[in-house]
């Protein structure tokens, strides 16, 4: 295992703490651990009301998507496919039309490969170890974490955005410019996982650390507390800390919040123009369609003004497997 370092100035000394950052952690534990009772949404697939297969679906439903949008998309789902054998058997017209506008259809496809695999391979029951997991197809470090601590209740550091915002400005005192999770983000994660700071590498990410049933549990209320306060309080331009439960303990915040705001990751894209857009206006016309239905050459050709661009968003859908072209340029969803 790799060894833990204890020296990181930046948790020493600070409220009382003299050692490795601990003491400030547990008190943030208990705080965090309060407010999630009280504060936490009560989004469907929490509280032990969802199967593990259901955690899977909010968590990739969720990939760069509001909550607030995920709910009714995934009530719907899981009403029509409550299990991975199910959504394997779906037509895959059906599966991108129920998809909806929650962005980024692909993933609608990469998560009925994830259930054929379920299905087939795996009695069409969820794997439960990090390899199993991030074996999947589509399945991820961030989503296999997420299911081993919010479905089977694993010990696991969960590392998403707002968690190393949290992590980030709490316990370092510093803004997390985004980006992919740097090492030093994933070892901040562990060391403040309550329940010891055993961890063992699996590649470039972390699986399952030591630590008893009560750890365990901890660790899950911790991870769910954490990203819940990133994702309502403690957001990243305007964070709420007047609001925080956590604010006496934050270095971010006593030491007048340097560089709020601040990323190291381009600009967010204009919606407006873009590939993206034309391209959700060939499925949005799609999936008005009656089943089956096919949108002829013509109509295709009036979604959009600029036919060079319109031609390179329907190559490209058709490419990823959301579209297929028939006839003379008329298009479909894949059967």
Same mark, same amino acid.
Request: glycine residues 10%; proline residues 6%; hydrophobic residues 40%.
């Given at each position: 295992?790799?060894?833990?370092?204890?020296?990181?100035? /930046? #948790?020493?000394?600070?409220?009382?703490?003299?050692?490795?950052?601990?003491?400030?952690?547990? +008190?943030?534990?208990?705080?965090?651990?309060a &407010?999630?009772? /009280?504060?936490?949404?009560?989004?469907?697939?929490?509280?032990?009301? !969802?199967?593990?297969?259901?955690? #899977?679906?909010?968590?990739?439903?969720?990939?760069? /998507?509001?909550?607030?949008?995920?709910?009714?998309? &995934? =009530?719907?789902?899981?009403?029509? &496919?409550?299990?991975?054998?199910?959504?394997?058997?779906?037509?895959?017209?059906?599966?991108? =039309?129920?998809?909806?506008?929650?962005?980024?259809?692909?993933?609608?496809?990469? #998560?009925?490969?994830?259930?054929?695999?379920?299905?087939?391979?795996?009695?069409?029951?969820?794997?439960?170890?990090?390899?199993?997991?991030?074996?999947?197809?589509?399945?991820?470090?961030?989503? !296999?974490?997420?299911?081993?601590? @919010?479905?089977?209740?694993?010990?696991?550091?969960?590392?998403?955005?707002?968690?190393?915002?949290?992590?980030?400005?709490a @316990?370092?005192?510093?803004?997390?410019?985004?980006?992919?999770?740097?090492?030093?983000?994933? *070892?901040?994660?562990?060391?403040?996982?309550?329940?010891?700071?055993?961890?063992?590498?699996?590649? *470039?990410?972390?699986?399952?650390?030591?630590? *008893?049933a009560?750890?365990?549990?901890?660790?899950?209320? &911790?991870?769910?507390?954490?990203?819940?306060?990133?994702? /309502?309080?403690?957001t990243a331009?305007?964070?709420?800390c *007047?609001?925080?439960?956590i604010?006496? %303990?934050?270095?971010?915040?006593?030491?007048?919040?340097?560089? #709020?705001?601040? +990323?190291?990751? +381009?600009?967010?894209? +204009? @919606?407006?123009?873009?590939?993206?857009?034309?391209?959700?206006?060939?499925?949005?016309?799609?999936?008005?369609?009656?089943?089956?239905?096919?949108?002829?050459? %013509?109509?295709?050709?009036?979604?959009?003004?600029?036919?060079?661009?319109?031609?390179?968003?329907?190559?490209?859908?058709? %490419?990823?497997?959301?579209?297929?072209?028939?006839?003379?340029?008329?298009?479909?969803?894949?059967?």
């Open positions: 295992m790799p060894e833990t370092r204890t020296n990181d100035p /930046t #948790l020493l000394h600070r409220n009382g703490d003299t050692g490795d950052g601990s003491a400030v952690r547990d +008190r943030a534990e208990l705080l965090l651990g &407010w999630w009772e /009280t504060n936490a949404r009560d989004l469907p697939w929490r509280f032990g009301r !969802a199967t593990p297969w259901g955690v #899977l679906v909010s968590e990739v439903m969720s990939q760069q /998507t509001q909550m607030s949008r995920v709910v009714p998309y &995934w =009530t719907d789902w899981m009403r029509r &496919w409550p299990d991975a054998a199910s959504l394997a058997a779906a037509p895959t017209a059906d599966v991108i =039309t129920a998809w909806g506008r929650l962005g980024y259809p692909r993933r609608a496809l990469r #998560l009925q490969e994830c259930a054929r695999v379920v299905a087939d391979d795996c009695d069409d029951v969820l794997p439960r170890t990090y390899d199993e997991l991030t074996a999947l197809p589509g399945i991820g470090d961030y989503t !296999a974490s997420a299911v081993m601590s @919010f479905a089977y209740g694993e010990r696991i550091a969960v590392i998403d955005t707002n968690i190393r915002r949290v992590l980030s400005r @316990f370092l005192g510093v803004e997390s410019r985004g980006g992919a999770a740097s090492p030093a983000e994933r *070892d901040l994660a562990w060391r403040m996982l309550p329940g010891g700071t055993d961890r063992v590498g699996v590649g *470039d990410a972390d699986c399952i650390g030591g630590g *008893d009560d750890a365990a549990a901890r660790s899950v209320v &911790w991870n769910q507390a954490v990203m819940e306060l990133g994702a /309502t309080v403690c331009k305007t964070p709420l *007047d609001d925080c439960p604010a006496a %303990e934050c270095a971010f915040l006593a030491t007048g919040r340097p560089g #709020l705001g601040e +990323r190291r990751t +381009r600009p967010r894209q +204009r @919606f407006a123009g873009t590939d993206r857009q034309v391209r959700g206006l060939v499925l949005d016309a799609l999936r008005a369609l009656p089943a089956g239905g096919i949108l002829p050459r %013509e109509r295709v050709d009036a979604l959009w003004n600029d036919p060079v661009q319109l031609g390179r968003c329907v190559a490209s859908l058709d %490419e990823d497997g959301l579209i297929d072209i028939v006839g003379d340029g008329a298009v479909r969803l894949p059967a």
